[in-house]
């Protein structure tokens, strides 16, 4: 059974909780649920198609049965959803000094994140199956990627407020200015390296372009 087909007749993109008001039985095994989503990352890393990836195996991959996932997920969509957040670390704290050394910061973070093979194993085979579906691509942005691009926004809108960045110049571009050559990278060029120093020069590149220009003398005046 294909992997669209596991999910239909399911209530796919809302993830069966065992703490659901209503809800009895046994609680949830932490165990299981790791076993589960390290399944899923192996058959992932080992090259397996996202058709060949059905609950079936997966639950063979992880010891357990497949009623067991089903307790937890509604369909391997929903799995697939806790896959990626699992992969996902808090940002690292932020000085609040210098707006290019926060930039760095957060840039070199990510650069990290690119460079753990299994983090780009599944973002490759998981973003597709998962943006296909808007309702868990919602969701998946809402828990996971709106709290990297609301960091990376406060730290541009402290830079225009303390005027190391121009005021007249789009923040959510700017933001997209900053992550994008690392998301090319991560996805559509994987054989490219994200070496030391590419957070430094990325942020450089992006802050010559939009630092405050000095003011013209006025040719005017006298």
């Known amino acids: 059974m294909s992997g669209v087909a596991e999910d239909r007749g399911r209530t796919d993109g809302v993830r069966a909780d065992a703490s659901a008001p209503g809800r009895r039985g046994r609680p949830r095994s932490a165990a299981a649920d ?21 609950m079936e195996r997966i639950a063979r991959e ?6 067991t996932l089903y307790r937890r997920w509604p369909g391997k969509s929903a799995l697939l959803l806790d896959v990626m957040r699992s992969l996902e670390a808090p940002g690292p704290p932020l000085a609040g000094g210098p707006v ?6 957060l840039l070199e973070f990510w650069r990290h994140r690119g460079l753990a ?4 194993a599944v973002l490759r085979t998981v973003v597709s199956h998962v943006q296909a579906q808007p309702e868990l691509w919602t969701e998946y942005h809402e828990t996971v990627v709106r709290a990297r691009h609301e ?14 960045v121009r005021a007249d110049r789009d923040l959510e571009t700017l933001a997209d200015l900053f992550v994008g050559p690392m998301l090319a990278r991560a996805l559509l060029r994987e054989w490219k390296e994200l070496p030391e120093g590419f957070a430094e020069d990325v942020v450089d590149t992006v ?3 939009v630092r405050p220009r000095p003011a013209l003398p006025d040719t005017k005046a006298g």
Do not use: H, Q, W, Y
Request: a negative charge; charged letters at 30%; proline letters at 2%.
């Open 151 to 164: 960091a990376l926004i406060g730290v541009l809108r402290r830079g225009v407020a303390t005027g190391e």
């Open 117 to 120: 093979k299994r983090n780009s």
């Open 207 to 209: 802050l010559e372009g």
């Open 100 to 105: 290019r050394e926060d930039l760095v910061l």
């Open 34 to 54: 790791s076993a589960i989503i390290e399944a899923v990352l192996r058959l992932i890393e080992e090259g397996v198609p996202m058709g060949e990836l059905s």
């Open 62 to 67: 992880a010891g357990v049965g497949k009623a």
